[in-house]
């Protein structure tokens, strides 16, 4: 059976998981009476959740007894381990883009890498039916692109395909409309080549994924790049540390669809999952035990955040989580380093806390969400940057970002960025009263930057960080300007006492809800933190007075999800995770042995 293996590269939200759903429909995998669901693909919750691609995945269809092997890759950068892993099992790449926004940044991550590692692409212009929809522009953007990541001359004469992956219809004419996905299927198997390689040579299989299934263990998803793997067969683990380890495959299977298929044994450039091989990672060579020939390991960008990963200590510890202890934290962040290359644990002089290092905020927010889901309790500190020592001179981490906005906020955005020492390196108007334009910021500048521009902007903006190296270490970046509103004793917050307080900053909490001292209830107005007592109840008297049943009208409170509460706290700060609820708090709780930040002057009133 003749065999091609592809990977999808495209921005988040441009329509990968849609375009796959249409073609797992047209290539007759699903039975008629099969119930679907949208979006087959993103089967992680937090992946349907968000609308975005975590997890690279492989399914298979089948088009005139030719299998297509599809790899959907994350669009985000911070999932950039993933891509890494994937491109290695691909003989060629679909690069699929919107017909309106053109290529973005994490587009050009992945299409770099795809370029370095000299795969063929076929270019898939998605969402034609948009009102807004600029093709030919956008056609005339990827050439642009391709030039720019210096594609070779046999690269830039790829196929193009307009498509709508919602009516699962392609042409390679954009005047004309499509009936089907034919074309698609006809370009693959016309431009993406057939996969190298010897089924009589020395076997060698590379570990490019890992899943896990509750009766057979870990799983390996691997591609055959030489000889023949059988079922039953002795076989030898060429390790990451050089040692060769003898074990016997139990089972093999292939993929087909969304299921996996029992198989005795490989054909050559097939993507398969190796059952029954204890402790078995991502990079590491199946191959033969009395002749082994490992292959070099896959090579993984290194990461640029850390965060402070800690037991709860809080005064509600326990009350909602299963696993609240630092055994059970540091299982799972064991656990998580099985499947996840691109993330590193690194432990501290203290017992109770780790630090977790990683390629973005997201990735780390994901990681920290998929825990509190799974029963956890913890508190993580504010995201630091990864610095390098090169030849005496402290180096930073530093990213190209791309930021959408209307016209009229484009001063706002210099502004906000120039604070964070950017620099700005193109602008464009569409002509369409939005502007396109590119900076080359450190990576510090970006942490709290998305949440301020939101606001700043009304929710219009729309922006996007890639990793571009390091560079010279930038000075003081300003983070947060203002204070913190913190409890400062237990109880439960009244309207009342909250009525009072919030003249004084935007509160985080509404009535009724449980703190205790050192909680953050609120972000001051001003640049100082300030104690305050949110449980006061009004005192009762017999008196009459003028003001007594003035109604209470409380302001609405902003609630922070998980990255925005990552994005706000201070040095001094923690974000308190649990099951049922995020909780913002200083380090040291009692107020009268925490350092006071931006103190008072002598002879002002403090607040009450």
């Known amino acids: 059976m003749s065999i091609r293996n592809i990977a999808i590269i495209a921005h988040v939200d441009h329509g990968k998981t849609t375009l796959v759903d249409a073609m797992l429909r047209q290539s007759g995998v699903f039975r008629a009476n099969q119930e679907l669901v949208d979006r087959v693909m993103d089967s992680n919750e937090l992946e349907r959740e ?12 089948f088009y005139h007894h030719i299998k297509i092997n599809i790899v959907d890759t994350p669009g985000h950068s911070d999932f950039g381990g993933e891509v890494e892993r994937a491109l290695k099992m691909v ?5 699929l883009v919107d ?3 053109g290529p973005l940044p994490q587009t050009r991550y992945v299409l770099s890498k795809a370029l370095e590692a000299k795969l063929p692409p076929i270019v898939v212009i998605n969402k034609i039916d948009r009102p807004d929809a600029r093709p030919q522009e956008v056609l005339n953007e990827i050439y642009d692109l391709f030039i720019d990541l210096d594609a070779e001359q046999e690269q830039l004469d790829f196929p193009v395909l307009y498509t709508n992956a919602k009516l699962g219809t392609a042409t390679a004419n954009p005047k004309l409309a499509g009936q089907n996905f034919q074309p698609l299927f006809e370009s693959i198997v016309a431009t993406i080549p057939e996969p190298a390689g010897d089924p009589a040579a020395t076997l060698q299989v590379q570990v490019a994924n890992l899943d896990y299934s509750d009766y057979l263990g870990r799983l390996a998803i691997a591609r055959v790049l030489n000889g023949t793997l059988r079922t039953g067969e002795d076989v030898g683990i060429a390790k990451l540390d050089g040692s060769l380890e003898k074990v016997r495959i139990t089972k093999l299977f292939s993929f087909s669809g969304l299921q996996r298929v029992d198989i005795a044994e490989t054909e050559l450039g097939d993507i398969v999952a190796v059952a029954g091989v204890t402790g078995i990672t991502i990079g ?11 292959l070099p390991h896959i090579a993984i960008d290194e990461p640029t955040i850390a965060m402070q990963f800690t037991v709860n200590t809080s005064p509600f510890a326990g009350r909602e989580g299963q696993y609240v202890t630092s055994r059970n934290l540091r299982e799972r962040l064991d656990k998580e380093l099985l499947t996840n290359v691109s993330i590193k644990v690194v432990e501290t002089g203290n017992m109770d806390s780790f630090q977790v290092m990683g390629r973005g905020e997201l990735q780390l927010a994901i990681l920290i969400e998929t825990m509190r889901r799974e029963g956890f309790e913890l508190m993580v500190g504010k995201p630091e940057i990864v610095t390098k020592n090169v030849h005496g001179k402290l180096m930073e981490p530093v990213e190209r970002l791309t930021v959408d906005v209307p016209e009229e906020f484009i001063g706002v955005v210099m502004e906000k960025l120039g604070m964070r020492k950017s620099e700005m390196e193109r602008m464009h108007n569409h002509g369409y009263g939005r502007v396109r334009m590119g900076f080359r910021v450190p990576s510090r500048g970006l942490i709290g930057l998305r949440s301020e521009l939101l606001t700043d902007t009304r929710g219009t903006i729309v922006m996007n960080s890639l990793f571009d190296g390091y560079t010279e270490w930038q000075g003081e970046i300003p983070h947060r300007l203002t204070g913190t509103l913190v409890a400062d004793r237990a109880g439960a917050t009244t309207a009342y006492a909250l009525w009072n307080l919030q003249e004084r900053g935007e509160l985080f909490a509404g009535p009724g809800v449980e703190v205790y001292e050192g909680m953050i209830i609120g972000e001051n107005s001003r640049d100082n933190d300030l104690d305050v007592n949110c449980v006061r109840e009004k005192k009762l008297t017999n008196m009459r007075s003028s003001t007594a049943d003035d109604a209470i ?7 922070l999800n998980l990255e925005q509460a990552i994005e706000f706290i201070a040095d001094d700060e923690y974000v308190e995770v649990t099951p049922k609820s995020l909780r913002l708090r200083k380090k040291i709780l009692q107020s009268n042995r925490r350092p006071r930040k931006n103190a008072l002057p002598v002879g002002v009133p403090s607040q009450e």
């Open 50 to 61: 968000r609308g975005i691609t975590i997890l690279a995945k492989n399914t298979a269809v």
């Open 91 to 95: 003989d060629g790449v679909m690069l």
């Open 99 to 101: 017909a309106s926004e």
């Open 284 to 294: 590491e060579t199946i191959t033969s035990a009395e002749n082994p020939a490992p």
């Open 553 to 559: 009208r409380l302001v609405p409170f902003r609630t």
